[in-house]
T-cell receptor, first 117, second 114 residues
Framework: DSGVTQTPKHLITATGQRVTLRCSPR?????VYWYQQSLDQGLQFLIQ???????AKGNILERFSAQQFPDLHSELNLSSLELGDSALYFC????????????????FGPGTRLTVL | TQLLEQSPQFLSIQEGENLTVYCNSS?????LQWYRQEPGEGPVLLVT?????EVKKLKRLTFQFGDARKDSSLHITAAQPGDTGLYLC??????????????FGTGTLLAVQP
């Protein structure tokens, strides 16, 4: 158990819909990362937050957005869903988020499996 | 664009055999990490290698970072069924001077048969 929790574990929805994935980081971790894992694209970094502020962006679509709240939990919002958005979505957390060149260990949650029908 | 290619993609071996997984890139990374992911779980960090030419051992696993910091290998001695899983390398790249981004490899799915 990494200490990172993600809900829900599974989500089945239809094209065009909007969903929200939730992540609670490990106690004391200030940084949250979101990743998408699919068979054709592998594990891809989407976005990082540090203490409530966006820190880095990866291959995140405009239809997707995220935020980190004052209690440090984070939500990933996916809208206008398409079949190709079906994937595993992972949240990870780390203590400092890579400040000052330090490579934090990222602790991954168990993921949310999204199926778009 | 996948910057890190792993080989082989799939590997099925018998318990007790040795194996090597390769992670190759044309890009230089500040460091490189190896993860193992089991079904239904997120990736778990095994090791971080930082210096070109560095070799790290973790019990039966040996990790090496290439001299030019563009490639890496993972060698498992006397594989056991518990080693079964998806092995991912990840290059660490500095981003905007304030954080690091992980660029994951294509993955190697290992199955160790008892």
């Amino acid at each position: 158990d990494s200490g990172v929790t993600q809900t829900p574990k599974h989500l089945i929805t239809a094209t065009g819909q909007r969903v929200t994935l939730r992540c609670s980081p490990r106690s004391g971790d200030l940084s949250v990362y979101w990743y998408q894992q699919s068979l054709d694209q592998g594990l891809q970094f989407l976005i990082q937050y540090y203490n409530g502020e966006e820190r880095a962006k990866g291959n995140i679509l405009e239809r997707f957005s995220a935020q980190q709240f004052p209690d440090l939990h984070s939500e990933l919002n996916l809208s206008s869903l398409e079949l190709g958005d079906s994937a595993l979505y992972f949240c990870a957390s780390s203590p400092r988020g890579g400040l000052a060149g330090y490579t934090d260990t990222q602790y991954f949650g168990p993921g949310t499996r999204l199926t778009v029908l | 664009t996948q910057l890190l290619e792993q080989s082989p993609q799939f590997l099925s071996i018998q318990e007790g055999e040795n194996l090597t997984v390769y992670c190759n890139s044309s890009s230089v990374f500040s460091s490189l990490q190896w993860y193992r992911q089991e079904p239904g779980e997120g990736p778990v960090l095994l090791v971080t290698v930082v210096t070109g030419g560095e070799v790290k051992k973790l019990k039966r696993l040996t990790f090496q970072f290439g001299d030019a910091r563009k490639d890496s290998s993972l060698h498992i001695t006397a594989a056991q069924p518990g080693d079964t899983g998806l092995y991912l390398c990840a290059g660490v790249r500095r981003y905007g001077g304030a954080t690091n981004k992980l660029i994951f490899g294509t993955g190697t799915l290992l199955a160790v048969q008892p």
